[in-house]
């Protein structure tokens, strides 16, 4: 059961910051977003990695999606590129997951021409930040298929640690964040 704690994280969640990094703004996506969110989202290499998009993503799906995660437990962000090097616009999106009181999960998916430029492991720096600061009790976790190598390796970059357990997701394992390099689950 939540405490009367959750209440307040969930209005943080509810309420992110704008995040600034060096190429990268992030925000709350919000219906006006819908569109680009589905234009981004619609592509079968990122329906297959995220289990809860469906394979056709329509802009039905994409509405839909941002209305759950801004109910209080979940968020979903909007990466944004702000950089000469970078797609103007909607270029990915990070979600923000209250498990319990104890932990939060993200997540996150990336436009396939901004592959391999570091835009991925950018907007999660800049959200682990914004976690680490609001909310420094909390373990962060992730979820990653081993065979999405991509992903996996940038979240060991980040500092993210396998634990062994089995995700909530099929086929997932889950990770834990861990900056100082330590293993085990909490």
């Not at 703004?25 to 819908?34: G, I, K, P, Q, S």
């Amino acid at each position: 059961m939540d405490s009367p704690s959750s209440d307040r994280v969930s209005h943080k969640i509810l309420s992110p910051p704008a995040i600034e990094t060096a190429r990268l703004r992030l925000a709350a996506l919000t219906a006006e977003d819908a569109p680009a969110l589905q234009r981004l989202t619609d592509d079968p290499a990122i329906t297959a990695m995220v289990h809860f998009l469906a394979s056709r993503f329509t802009l039905a799906d994409a509405l839909a999606l941002i209305g759950r995660f801004s109910t209080g437990r979940d968020r979903l962000m909007g990466v944004f590129g702000r950089a000469a090097d970078l797609e103007d616009g909607l270029i990915g999106a990070v979600g923000v997951h209250l498990h319990g009181d104890e932990a939060i999960e993200i997540g996150y998916w990336i436009a396939r021409a901004m592959h391999g430029r570091g835009v991925a492991a950018e907007a999660a720096r800049g959200v682990l930040g914004w976690l680490a600061a609001d909310w420094p009790e909390r373990q962060v976790i992730a979820e990653c298929r081993r065979e999405n190598i991509a992903s996996w390796r940038l979240l060991e970059k980040l500092g993210f640690r396998p634990t062994g357990a089995a995700g909530a997701r099929p086929g997932r394992q889950l990770l834990v964040y861990r900056p100082d390099g330590s293993v085990g689950t909490r």
